[in-house]
């Protein structure tokens, strides 16, 4: 077979073309790259360009007598070729530290299946080709640990049991946020993660879904009403909806959880507190209200409270100083409910005492009963009073 004319220059001219392709911007495609070895009576198929593009990479790149390297990225429709400069250049503008950082973001968006693995090929592979020659081993190290861990497996296993003790949430929802977390996972341990996962779990099949949350803290970011519907259970588990059934119309000021539950912070004008609390688990046909909440609603919101501390703000109760006290077995107790920088004293009699401002509902009671006879109130006298005639009435029903 006769010899195709002009084959000694060919991969010369290859080399002239891609060193005039400056930056990806300039990159040309294969079929670009013969089309104009064409234009010159130089005939190329597609194999034998890359297969000389290939030896030119690997003796220009490599060799300090030129000022330039050839660069190939892949892309979904083909390689894209074009040149760098080996030194004088500005680069990406980013450093190596940089591109270690986004290498390693593109890594974990993978992980959590927030980017497509040829998606993130190609995006890596950018990142590498616009680092100089000297910094592309150590980048190409980084982006090839695709299945590094983001979490340590402790700290996995704690957000997995947070995700699946909230009952407020699905539980195909909780399962999607659990398996994004055993993905971030050391690999070792994602198969332990995923057996664990269920041992201890309120998520039931009629929780809410994140869109319905985010909806709900949307509409409380644009200080706007929800309608929503709201119910209880009776002894049949059926539920008895509130309002005769008609929608109730909200002022939401904050979403908080306490024991497990997620609770909406509304506005209310009929309460000590102005505010009144509903279950999120209970309310159902969620709308937002293009209407703005009230003034008055808005100072509720504003006030520097902390809405999320103790069980005993989930009910609009009276807030009170009260002090308290109880024997050393209940010291780490009052520590977990009040938080550890609590000011306790010791009495004279041995015993200790501390003052918090309480707001008297149903959980603080709970909460005070199940300590028995380990810790008392000693002051408002009215509470004292109160708490003398509900256990006086728990002794008369048995």
């Keep these: 077979m006769p010899r195709e004319k002009n084959q000694k220059i060919k991969i010369v001219r290859i080399c002239d073309l891609l060193r005039n392709a400056r930056g990806i911007d300039n990159a040309l495609t294969t079929a670009g790259l013969i089309s104009m070895l064409a234009d010159e009576d130089i ?74 693995t040829d998606k993130a090929s190609v995006l890596k592979t950018r990142l590498i080709d616009s680092a100089p020659q000297s910094s ?70 009629k929780g809410k879904s994140l869109y319905e949350l985010d909806a709900i803290r949307r509409t409380i970011s644009e200080g706007k009403k929800l309608s929503f519907l709201y119910f209880s259970l009776d002894e049949k ?29 509304c506005y209310s004008d009929s309460t000590e507190t102005n505010t009144k609390n509903y279950r999120v688990d209970r309310m159902e046909e969620i709308l937002r209200i293009n209407e703005d909440i009230s003034p008055e609603a808005i100072d509720v919101r504003s006030r520097e409270k902390d809405y999320a501390f103790g069980v005993f703000r989930m009910y609009s109760g009276k807030e009170i100083a009260v002090t308290l006290s109880f024997e050393d077995n209940i010291i780490g107790h009052i520590f977990d409910k009040f938080g550890e920088e609590a000011h306790i004293i010791r009495t004279p009699d041995g015993k200790c005492q501390t003052t ?32 003398k005639e509900r256990l006086n009435r728990i002794l008369n029903s048995i």
């Excluded at 861990?149 to 957000?159: E, H």
Aim: glycine share 4%; with cysteine.
């Design 43 to 116: 005939p190329c198929d597609r194999r034998t360009l890359a297969d000389n593009i290939k030896v030119l990479e690997n003796y220009i790149n490599e060799n300090d007598e030129y000022d330039f390297s050839i660069c190939e990225t892949p892309t979904p429709k083909g390689k894209l070729y074009y040149s760098e400069n080996k030194s004088g250049e500005k680069h990406s503008g980013f450093t190596e530290n940089d591109l270690i950082e986004l290498i390693k973001g593109i890594n974990a968006l993978s992980l959590t299946e927030g980017l497509p």
């Design 136 to 205: 592309r081993k150590k980048l190409s190290e980084y982006a090839d640990d695709d299945n590094d861990s983001l979490l340590d497996t402790v700290s996995a296993q704690i957000i997995i049991d947070s995700i699946n003790s909230i009952s407020v949430i699905d539980r195909n929802t909780a399962d999607r946020i659990s398996n994004i977390i055993i993905r971030l996972a050391d690999a070792s341990d994602r198969e332990e993660l995923a057996k664990e996962k269920s041992l201890y779990r309120k998520n039931t099949g």
């Design 237 to 265: 588990s059926d539920r008895i909806y509130h309002n005769n059934g008609e929608p109730i119309i909200a002022q939401p000021l904050h979403m908080v959880q306490s024991d497990d539950n997620y609770y909406l912070v």
């Design 356 to 387: 918090q401002s309480i707001q008297i509902s149903p959980p603080f009671w709970g909460w005070l009963f199940q300590f028995g006879s380990a810790i008392k109130i000693l002051f408002p006298d009215e509470l004292v009073g109160e708490y």
